[in-house]
């Protein structure tokens, strides 16, 4: 009997509960599943559940699992002796969940809203993603889709695709690079009057259909707040490699579904990012924000020696600047993981590299930060080697050694990367914007 690691499913709780079935329609046993439990779609906990060798889970038994692993999260909402496998009874409810009214409120005041996504020859993946863009609750956002480095027509024919269905545009940055996409797409957005939000997003990503209702909701109800970051959740768990990646802290770095705020009355230090402050397929900032930063450092990101770590930097430079940010759970999207284990050993070394190489780019920028930093040193290796770290408490026996040496491998690469990306040549192309369709 063939086996798979097992499935991603929704569970709403206001809603009858399904049964969760062991085998998947081609056959394979599927070990455990991993439940996104949800009430009034509002995101609470990922859930990890072992499925019956040759049966299945009923909604009784799913229902138990959720209530041992969340019951504090779902106690703070409503009274849990109301929760049934049938769901909420409606009887017990006293007009709209609150939950559901402050997203109403905040959507009637919601700013200009652009969503932007970056991508190099990955057509396939990227209608993926504006399909899922084109379910949204909240539909008053426009698209723009920077082009990285193209080789092909391909990437214009998918956004032509949905010229009828979003309000999309197209811009091609010729100059290969994330950063240098990113910051295309500031340089095409304009220097209009009033504020708008940028929220950005990857090609091998699929929006929730909240999501740009969640992070218009975070910047409403907190008008102090320059950035936004939400959850990444697995869109699938097929592969072993696509559950280690999870069991390593995913691209949320462990840090669940608790919303949090950073900023100059918390704890958290802007130049050691763990957990982590956000993450590029899942963040939204103010715009005016952005451009005080004078957008991305071009030697970080993915198609740089660095291979990463632009995200993570322009989060520390918000933070050092004395803005706050917000981690914002209910602002959720799925993540394609690599589904090899030799993408996922590269994808590994990447981050270690892109790791440090935010820190020397942090340095580069103020070398009076080499201080803090060493500082902070003890904290890091105690992170890296502890069994109870973020990085690593959620890691199984199974989890190869081999994954965790790519990583350091990568740290250790990281400085000198990020001086060669420095040092590269760089011929200046401005960026080709179309707009290709109106919603």
Same mark, same amino acid.
């Given at each position: 009997?063939?086996?798979?690691?097992?499935?991603?499913?929704?569970?709403?709780?206001?809603?009858?509960?399904?049964?969760?079935?062991?085998?998947?329609?081609?056959?394979?046993?599927?070990?455990?599943?991993?439940?996104?439990?949800?009430?009034?779609?509002?995101? +609470?906990?990922?859930?990890?559940?072992?499925?019956? *060798?040759?049966?299945? /889970?009923?909604?009784?038994?799913?229902?138990?699992?959720?209530?041992?692993?969340?019951?504090?999260?779902?106690?703070?909402?409503?009274?849990?002796?109301? %929760?049934?496998?049938?769901?909420?009874?409606?009887?017990?409810?006293?007009?709209? *969940?609150?939950?559901?009214?402050?997203?109403?409120?905040?959507?009637?005041?919601?700013?200009?809203?652009?969503?932007?996504?970056?991508?190099?020859? $990955?057509?396939?993946?990227?209608?993926?993603?504006?399909?899922?863009?084109?379910?949204?609750?909240?539909?008053?956002?426009?698209?723009?889709?920077?082009?990285?480095?193209?080789?092909?027509?391909?990437?214009?024919?998918?956004?032509?695709?949905?010229?009828?269905?979003?309000?999309?545009?197209?811009?091609?940055?010729?100059?290969?690079?994330?950063?240098?996409?990113?910051?295309?797409?500031?340089?095409?957005?304009?220097?209009?009057?009033?504020?708008?939000? =940028?929220?950005?997003?990857?090609?091998?990503?699929?929006?929730?259909?909240?999501? =740009?209702?969640?992070?218009?909701?975070?910047?409403?109800?907190?008008?102090?707040?320059?950035?936004?970051?939400?959850?990444? =959740?697995?869109?699938? +768990?097929?592969?072993?490699?696509?559950?280690?990646?999870?069991?390593?802290?995913?691209?949320?770095?462990?840090?669940?579904?608790?919303?949090?705020?950073?900023?100059?009355?918390?704890?958290?230090?802007?130049?050691?990012? /763990?957990?982590?402050?956000?993450?590029?397929?899942?963040?939204?900032?103010?715009?005016?924000?952005?451009?005080?930063?004078?957008?991305?450092?071009?030697?970080?990101?993915?198609?740089?020696?660095?291979?990463?770590?632009?995200?993570?930097?322009?989060?520390?430079? +918000?933070?050092?600047?004395?803005?706050?940010? /917000?981690? $914002?759970?209910?602002? %959720?999207?799925? $993540?394609? $993981?690599?589904?090899?284990?030799?993408? %996922?050993?590269?994808?590994?070394?990447?981050?270690?590299?892109? /790791?440090?190489?935010?820190?020397?780019?942090?340095?580069?920028?103020?070398?009076?930060?080499?201080?803090? %930093?060493?500082?902070?040193?003890?904290?890091?290796?105690?992170?890296?080697?502890?069994?109870?770290?973020?990085?690593?408490?959620?890691?199984?026996?199974?989890? *190869?050694?081999?994954?965790?040496?790519?990583?350091? !491998?990568?740290?250790?690469?990281?400085?000198?990367?990020?001086?060669?990306?420095?040092?590269?040549?760089?011929?200046? !192309?401005?960026?080709?914007?179309?707009?290709?369709?109106?919603?």
């Amino acid at each position: 009997m063939s086996r798979i690691p097992g499935v991603v499913l929704d569970v709403e709780l206001s809603a009858p509960l399904p049964p969760v079935h062991a085998f998947d329609t081609l056959g394979h046993h599927r070990d455990a599943a991993w439940v996104i439990v949800r009430l009034f779609t509002e995101p +609470l906990a990922m859930v990890r559940l072992e499925l019956p *060798p040759d049966d299945e /889970l009923s909604p009784a038994q799913l229902l138990d699992g959720i209530l041992a692993q969340c019951r504090e999260a779902i106690a703070a909402r409503i009274d849990v002796a109301l %929760l049934t496998a049938d769901g909420v009874p409606l009887s017990a409810l006293t007009g709209t *969940p609150p939950f559901l009214a402050g997203r109403a409120r905040a959507l009637e005041l919601a700013p200009p809203v652009t969503v932007v996504i970056c991508t190099r020859e $990955h057509p396939d993946e990227l209608r993926d993603c504006l399909i899922s863009l084109t379910d949204q609750e909240f539909d008053r956002f426009d698209v723009l889709v920077v082009d990285n480095a193209p080789s092909s027509d391909r990437t214009r024919h998918v956004v032509e695709e949905f010229a009828s269905r979003l309000r999309i545009e197209y811009v091609a940055e010729l100059r290969p690079g994330l950063s240098r996409a990113r910051n295309a797409a500031l340089a095409a957005l304009g220097r209009e009057p009033g504020e708008r939000i =940028v929220a950005w997003t990857d090609d091998d990503v699929r929006a929730d259909p909240h999501w =740009v209702a969640e992070i218009v909701r975070a910047f409403v109800d907190n008008p102090a707040a320059a950035a936004v970051s939400g959850v990444v =959740v697995p869109a699938e +768990l097929r592969t072993d490699a696509q559950v280690w990646f999870e069991q390593f802290g995913g691209h949320s770095k462990g840090r669940g579904f608790t919303a949090d705020e950073f900023g100059p009355l918390t704890a958290q230090s802007p130049l050691y990012p /763990l957990p982590a402050f956000g993450v590029g397929a899942n963040m939204a900032f103010r715009l005016s924000a952005l451009r005080a930063l004078k957008g991305f450092d071009e030697a970080l990101g993915a198609g740089t020696p660095a291979q990463g770590g632009e995200d993570t930097l322009i989060f520390s430079r +918000l933070l050092d600047r004395g803005a706050t940010t /917000l981690y $914002h759970p209910a602002a %959720l999207v799925r $993540h394609v $993981h690599r589904a090899d284990l030799d993408g %996922l050993r590269t994808q590994m070394a990447g981050y270690g590299a892109g /790791l440090t190489a935010f820190y020397a780019a942090l340095i580069r920028d103020d070398p009076r930060r080499l201080l803090r %930093l060493l500082a902070l040193a003890p904290r890091a290796v105690r992170d890296l080697t502890s069994s109870d770290s973020v990085r690593v408490s959620t890691v199984r026996d199974d989890f *190869p050694a081999e994954l965790f040496a790519a990583n350091r !491998r990568g740290m250790l690469a990281g400085p000198w990367r990020y001086v060669r990306g420095r040092l590269a040549p760089v011929t200046a !192309r401005a960026p080709r914007k179309t707009a290709v369709g109106l919603r």
